[in-house]
């Protein structure tokens, strides 16, 4: 996911470039290791896009737990799910 969301690391020359996985051990050096490598904001990014890439399947006629709320095939989960909430908020 950090090679589709494009995140530049710095490499073993000191270069900032685009974090390819194949080139893992460029990214690697001196004080970084496997487990700083990706920011916890980098982090946060990479959980944020993937929740907002949950889709309906085929079939799933609802929101799991919300029966009243009407999914679309591959439509977005969390979009839908943000909309049913602003509404809710301006009725208050």
Do not use: W
Not at 41 to 68: D, F, M, T
Not at 82 to 92: A, L, M, P, R, T
Request: aromatic share 8%.
């Amino acid at each position: 996911m950090a090679e589709f969301l494009e995140l530049k690391k710095e490499d073993e020359t000191g270069y900032k470039r685009e974090f390819q996985v194949r080139d893992l051990d460029s990214f690697i050096h001196g004080d970084i290791i496997l487990e700083s490598l990706v920011t916890p904001s980098e982090k946060e990014v990479i959980v944020l896009y993937e929740l907002q890439n949950i889709r309906a399947l085929p079939g799933e006629p609802c929101i799991p737990g919300y029966p009243a709320y009407v999914l679309h095939s591959r439509q977005s989960i969390s979009k839908r799910f943000q909309n049913i909430i602003s509404c809710n908020n301006e009725v208050s």
